[in-house]
């Protein structure tokens, strides 16, 4: 963390967006590897709600655009009356 935090800073200073973005980079991959190891044995569990959640969004979507059907339905027979 201290070497991507001094990368970035010291990019940031001399104006340098080519290491800026290293920095980020780096920050990046450290944050998800540390993410890995820490809940790589929790993933089984987490499988379900991963899941289920990827469900709700999708179940969300095919909602919403069935409601904008019906909505532009709704609009175009009030405009033939």
Do not use: H
Not at 32 to 51: A, G, Q, V
Request: net charge positive; charged share 20%; hydrophobic share 55%.
């Amino acid at each position: 963390f201290l070497l991507a935090f001094c990368v970035i800073f010291y990019a940031f200073e001399i104006q340098n967006t080519a290491l800026f973005n290293l920095g980020i980079a780096i920050f990046v991959i450290i944050i998800i590897t540390r993410y890995f190891d820490l809940f790589w044995r929790l993933l089984p569990r987490s499988i379900f709600f991963i899941i289920g959640g990827i469900l709700l969004i999708v179940g969300a979507l095919i909602l919403d655009k069935k409601r904008r059907k019906t909505i532009e339905e709704m609009t175009k027979n009030e405009s033939q009356k």
